[in-house]
């Protein structure tokens, strides 16, 4: 891919992901697949979500850190990975975006920060297919920074 392409399309994962978004997150408990809707920013290759460590998903992707996203018009895989807890002095910068971003339901009673296991799962794309307006483009971020 071109660099201006790859620029186009990076540029329009943020239009698209960089505010808060329902993804479809899959992972896998041996052989069986699970995937539930959740709400995720993205930034720099990467979706956060906010979770709880004693989560399915977090179980799940603390043995195989492989899985599968997809959204508005997105494929994707990715690499999961704990932050740790959302008060962690290194998550602080992230923590007060995520709160900006997931604002509208951030204090609903849905997240307490208190709790040690309230943590921030970090996605890191490995690759994904990103469609927009008929034009289909093929990112890989193995090689990359985003």
Known sequence: MEQREREKA???MKQRFGCDTLIALA?????????RAVNSYYEDGSFY?????LSDKMKQLGKNPCAAICGD?????ALG????????PENADLADKLRAVFDEWYDNGH?????KNTVILKLRLTDCTLADHGTWYQLDFTDSKE
Do not use: C, K, M, N
């Open 111 to 115: 997240v307490d920060e208190s709790d």
């Open 73 to 77: 018009w997105f494929t994707g895989h």
């Open 49 to 53: 979500v906010i979770t709880h460590a």
């Open 27 to 35: 992972t896998t408990a041996g052989e069986i697949p699970f995937v």
């Open 10 to 12: 990076l540029e329009i």
């Open 81 to 88: 990975e704990s932050l740790g807890w959302i008060r962690l």
